[in-house]
C-alpha cells in the first residue's frame, strides 16, 4: 500500500507531510523569535522544504500565519472547561494554573494570541481576526463557568477573569518571572465576590 501523496487545489503533488512539517517548523520559530523575525527562507529550511512546495500550500506568510494560530487550542482550554472532575468553581481558578510539563523555559513566551495581535497592526488580517475571535471564546466559556456557578453577573465576572489572564501572560514576558500564582490569587478574590455564599442550612 503506497502512502497518499499530498495534492493542492489545482492538483499539484506535495511533498509528504510537508504542510504539516511547514507548520510545526512556523509553530516553533513564531514562538521563539516572533513572527515579523521569522522569514519564509527560515522556515522552509527548518521545515526541510523549498519555498515552492512552502507556497503550493499556503499562498502567502499571512495565510500560515493564520493557520498556525487556528491550530492553537481550537477547543480553547479544553483541558480546564471539560474537566468534570472540578466543580464550576474549580475550573474557573484551574484556568490560572500552568501545566505540571511546563518548564522554565516555557515561562517567558507570551500568549501567541496576544503575540500576534501585538506584531500585526491590521485589525482585518486574519491572523488578528482569529486572535480577535479566540479571546471572545476565552471570555465565553469562562462566562459559562462562572454561571455554572452561580455568578450573579457571569459575563462580567468571565470578563474580568479573561483580563486577568491576559495581563499574567502579559507581565510574566515582561518581568520573566511566574505572575500566575498571584493571578490566582486574584482570581479567588474576584470569584468569591461574585458567587454569592451558599445559606447555611437549617439544624
Given at each position: 500500500?503506497?502512502?497518499?501523496v499530498?495534492?493542492g487545489p489545482?492538483?499539484?503533488?506535495r ?12 509553530q ?8 515579523n523575525q ?6 522552509c529550511?527548518?521545515a526541510q522544504v ?11 506568510k ?6 498556525y494560530l487556528?491550530?492553537?487550542d ?16 474549580e475550573r ?9 510539563t511546563?518548564?522554565?523555559d ?11 495581535s501585538?506584531?500585526?497592526p ?9 486572535a480577535?475571535d ?5 471570555s465565553a466559556?469562562l462566562?459559562?463557568?462562572a454561571?455554572?456557578?452561580?455568578a450573579?453577573n457571569?459575563?462580567q ?10 495581563g ?5 514576558r515582561?518581568?520573566?518571572t ?5 493571578a490566582?490569587?486574584i ?6 465576590n ?5 445559606k447555611p442550612?437549617r439544624?
Amino acid at each position: 500500500m503506497t502512502e497518499e501523496v499530498e495534492k493542492g487545489p489545482r492538483g499539484v503533488r506535495r511533498g509528504r507531510g510537508a504542510r504539516e512539517r511547514i507548520l510545526s517548523a512556523s509553530q516553533q520559530l513564531f514562538r521563539e523569535q516572533g513572527i515579523n523575525q521569522t522569514g519564509m527562507d527560515q522556515l522552509c529550511a527548518a521545515a526541510q522544504v523549498s519555498k515552492r512546495t512552502a507556497y503550493q500550500h499556503f499562498a502567502g506568510k499571512d495565510e500560515l500565519v493564520a493557520e498556525y494560530l487556528r491550530r492553537l487550542d481550537p477547543d480553547v482550554m479544553p483541558g480546564v472547561f471539560d474537566r468534570t472532575d472540578l466543580t464550576p468553581r474549580e475550573r474557573l481558578l484551574a484556568a490560572f494554573e500552568l501545566p505540571t510539563t511546563v518548564t522554565q523555559d516555557d515561562i517567558t513566551p507570551l500568549c501567541p494570541f496576544i503575540a500576534a495581535s501585538v506584531e500585526i497592526p491590521d485589525p482585518h488580517h486574519p491572523a488578528r481576526q482569529r486572535a480577535h475571535d479566540y479571546k471572545k471564546a476565552v471570555s465565553a466559556r469562562l462566562a459559562e463557568t462562572a454561571r455554572e456557578a452561580g455568578a450573579a453577573n457571569p459575563e462580567q465576572l468571565g470578563e474580568q477573569l479573561a483580563l486577568l489572564l491576559d495581563g499574567a501572560s502579559a507581565r510574566n514576558r515582561a518581568l520573566n518571572t511566574e505572575t500566575f500564582p498571584t493571578a490566582a490569587a486574584i482570581a479567588a478574590v474576584l470569584i468569591d465576590n461574585a458567587i454569592p455564599a451558599p445559606k447555611p442550612s437549617r439544624p
